[in-house]
């Protein structure tokens, strides 16, 4: 995946597809893609979060985020070249697919 700044065309029609399906959709807020995920309790948002840091890692492209007890709120841009990428919406929508599949829970 190529690390080129998106047009806001193209940003516009990849929030369209990842928003497909989303019970809460993501949103651009300060030129980033954002999120705010709310799970049961703080395992479930840990649990989250140690999914998604692997997928990150494995992606060399890694998230802001902060955790507060069972939320997790999630900004995506790719700082080196200034704005959003196809990298970001791949780890939105692979954050996406981890917040739905919840075998995080226990």
């Excluded at 080129?4 to 989303?22: C, E």
């Excluded at 709120?73 to 959003?84: E, K, M, W, Y």
Aim: net charge negative.
């Amino acid at each position: 995946m190529h690390r080129v700044k998106l047009d806001d065309h193209a940003i516009a029609t990849s929030l369209q597809s990842l928003n497909t399906g989303a019970d809460v959709p993501w949103t651009i807020e300060g030129g980033k893609l954002h999120k705010t995920f709310q799970f049961r309790n703080f395992s479930e948002a840990f649990g989250f979060m140690t999914r998604a840091a692997l997928e990150a890692e494995s992606m060399d492209h890694h998230p802001e985020w902060f955790n507060v007890y069972k939320t997790v709120r999630v900004d995506l841009a790719t700082h080196d070249v200034g704005g959003l990428t196809e990298l970001d919406f791949e780890l939105a929508t692979r954050m996406e697919a981890i917040s739905r599949d919840r075998i995080f829970e226990h």
